[in-house]
C-alpha cells in the first residue's frame, strides 16, 4: 500500500502541477502587454569579460591556486545571474515574438517567427551554460563555455531589434545597458 | 446512488462515449480530423471499446473471464493509441520551432525511457490481491503502468512548453489538458487498486475514473468546438529608442 500512496501523491501534485501551469497559461495571456517592463538589459561588455577565457587565463598565472579558485567561483556565480537574466528575458521575448504571429503584416510575423526561434535558442543554451557553470562551481579548475549565449544573446538581440522596427518603428525594444 | 448498476453509473459510463462519437462527428465535419487524425481515432476507439466493455457487462451471458479478457484487448490497444496520441501532441507543441524541437524529442525520448523502467519497478512491487482472479489484478497493474508512463510523458509535455514557454495551440491545448487531468486522475485510482487499496469500495473508484473522464471529454469540447476569443494584438509600447547604439555595439561584439 506505500507504493499506492507513493503515486497517489506523484499524480496527485503532476495534476496540481497541470491546471497550474493551465491557469498561468491563461494569465500570461491576459497580461502580455505589460511584457516589456520584464526585460531586464544586460551589460553585455561587462558578461563578456567575465567569461573572457584569457582573464581566467591571467588569473590563474597571477593567484595562488587557493585565491584563483575562490575568485573563479565568485566569477562564476556573477556569470550565473546574468546567464539567468538572459535566459529569462529571451524566455519574455518568446512569448513577445509569439504574440506578434498572428498578425496580418507577413513581414512582422516573419521578424516574429526569427524572433522566437533565436530566443528559444538562447534559453536552451542558457540552460546549457547554468548546469555548466553549476559543474564549474565544483570543478572551478575545469573550463566553461558561455560562447553560445553570448552569440545567442547577439542574434537575439538583433531579431528583437528587427520585430521592433518592424511593429514601431519608432519605439523599438532594448536589451542592453550599453 | 453511488452503486454498480445505479442510474448513474449507467448515465458515467455511456455519456462520455457518446459524447465522444458526437465529438468525432463534428470534428470530421468540421476537417479538424486532417490536423488530429490520432485524437480522432482515439475517440472513435475509446467510444467504441466502452460500448462493447459496457454490453458485455450488463449482458447476463459474458461470463467474467470474458469480459476481463476483452478488458485486457482493449487497453493494450488503447495505451498504444494514446501513447500514439501523445506524439501527435508533441509534434503539434514542437514542430514550429526548429531551435527546440530536437532538444524536446530527445528529452521526451528519455523521458518515456525512465518513465517505463520506473512503471516496470512499480509493477514488479504491486501485488497479485486475488489470486483466483489474477486476470483482474494484472489488468489493474497494467494500468497501473501504462498510466505511470503516460501521466508522467503528458506533465513532461507541459513542464517542458512552460520552461520555453511554448505557446500551445487552443485545440492541442484543450487535447493536452483533457489527457492530463484523465491520466492523474486514472494513476491514482489505478495505482490503489493494483496494490489492493480500498477492497470493498472499488465502486466508488469506478465513479470517479467515470466522473472524472466525463469532465475531461466536456474540457475537449470546449477546446476543440467553441470558437476560442481571438486575442487583440495590440503593438506593444516599446521602450525608448537606443537602436542604432545597440546594433552596432553587437554587431562588433559578435565580430570578436
Known amino acids: 500500500m506505500t507504493l499506492a500512496i507513493v503515486i497517489v501523491i506523484a499524480a496527485f501534485l503532476s495534476l496540481v502541477l497541470i491546471l497550474r501551469i493551465a491557469v498561468s497559461r491563461s494569465l500570461q495571456i491576459s497580461a502580455s502587454a505589460n511584457l516589456l517592463t520584464q526585460i531586464q538589459p544586460i551589460d553585455v561588455e561587462a558578461f563578456r569579460n567575465l567569461v573572457n577565457a584569457t582573464e581566467d587565463d591571467y588569473l590563474r598565472r597571477r593567484l595562488s591556486a587557493s585565491h584563483f579558485r575562490e575568485v573563479r567561483r565568485a566569477r562564476l556565480r556573477a556569470t550565473s545571474a546574468y546567464v539567468r537574466v538572459a535566459g529569462r528575458n529571451a524566455a519574455v521575448l518568446v512569448h513577445l515574438g509569439e504574440s506578434a504571429l498572428s498578425t496580418g503584416d507577413p513581414r512582422i510575423a516573419d521578424a516574429a517567427r526569427i524572433l522566437v526561434n533565436d530566443a528559444l535558442t538562447l534559453r536552451r543554451n542558457a540552460t546549457f551554460v547554468l548546469i555548466r557553470i553549476h559543474i564549474a562551481l565544483a570543478w572551478p579548475n575545469a573550463g566553461l563555455a558561455a560562447a553560445p549565449v553570448i552569440d545567442g544573446y547577439g542574434r537575439l538581440s538583433s531579431s528583437a531589434m528587427l520585430l521592433g522596427r518592424l511593429q514601431n518603428p519608432a519605439t523599438p525594444i532594448r536589451l542592453a545597458v550599453l | ?256
Open chain 2, 1 to 256: 446512488m453511488l452503486q454498480a448498476h445505479s442510474l448513474l453509473w449507467h448515465y458515467l459510463w455511456l455519456a462520455p462515449h457518446v459524447l465522444q462519437v458526437a465529438l468525432a462527428i463534428l470534428l470530421w465535419q468540421r476537417g479538424l480530423h486532417k490536423l488530429f487524425p490520432v485524437f480522432v481515432a482515439y475517440t472513435i476507439f475509446e467510444a467504441i471499446e466502452e460500448f462493447t466493455l459496457y454490453g458485455m457487462d450488463v449482458l447476463p451471458w459474458v461470463t467474467v473471464d470474458t469480459f476481463w479478457r476483452t478488458f485486457w484487448v482493449g487497453l493494450i490497444i488503447e495505451g498504444l493509441v494514446r501513447f500514439v496520441l501523445i506524439g501527435e501532441l508533441c509534434l503539434h507543441l514542437l514542430r514550429p520551432w526548429p531551435a527546440v524541437a530536437n532538444l524536446g524529442n530527445r528529452l521526451i525520448s528519455f523521458t518515456g525511457s525512465v518513465l517505463v523502467l520506473l512503471a516496470t519497478l512499480a509493477a514488479a512491487y504491486a501485488p497479485i490481491d486475488n489470486p483466483q482472479y489474477s486476470l483482474i489484478s494484472r489488468a489493474h497493474i497494467l494500468q497501473q503502468t501504462l498510466y505511470i508512463v503516460q501521466c508522467g510523458l503528458v506533465l513532461f509535455l507541459f513542464l517542458f512548453a512552460a520552461y520555453f514557454r511554448l505557446a500551445w495551440n487552443n485545440r492541442t491545448f484543450g487535447i493536452a489538458l483533457g489527457l492530463g487531468i484523465v491520466s492523474c486522475e486514472h494513476l491514482a485510482t489505478w495505482a490503489v487498486m493494483a496494490n489492493g487499496g480500498l477492497i470493498d469500495k472499488r465502486y466508488l473508484l469506478d465513479f470517479l475514473n467515470m466522473a472524472t473522464y466525463h469532465v475531461c471529454v466536456l474540457v475537449w469540447f470546449y477546446y476543440l468546438l467553441v470558437p476560442q476569443k481571438t486575442r487583440t494584438k495590440s503593438v506593444v509600447p516599446l521602450p525608448e529608442h537606443n537602436l542604432e547604439i545597440w546594433n552596432r555595439e553587437l554587431e562588433r561584439l559578435l565580430q570578436q
